[in-house]
């Protein structure tokens, strides 16, 4: 995870953000591990948002599977994604026009993440990467 990741989004048209890259990695264990636990009915659970782009990085490239696999990814997740690896994930409340929270909006959809970020603000909760965290998993 580099300084871009906090970096907010500039532009008019969030086609045209350049997303930073981020190295990943992940071995042959791990992806028999994902992969079983798909199979047998069980759901992905990332942790943070560089580990949501490592598997869905992995999982666009394998049709959903998961495979061994290391390198850069500088995969931009908005509205509009569609999610082939993670069935939930545990992330904090990021700050607005950050792509985290594009992300976040892309897989419960924009109203109800700023139903959410409303509720969290009037309940003074903390944002950004030293504050309070959320459950996010599939309605």
Known sequence: MGLGTFRPVSVDNIEEHKMHEEF??????????????????????????TSIRTLETIGQAF???FQAASGWTDI???PGYQFKAVDGFLTNFHLPKSTLIMLVSAFLGRD???EAYNHAVQERYRFFSFGDAMFVKKR
């Open 24 to 49: 990943y990695q992940l071995s042959e264990e791990s992806a028999d591990t994902l992969n079983r636990t798909r199979e047998e009915g069980g759901r992905i659970i990332a942790i943070g948002t």
């Open 76 to 78: 931009f997740i908005a």
């Open 112 to 114: 109800f993440v700023l």
């Open 63 to 65: 049709d959903g599977r």
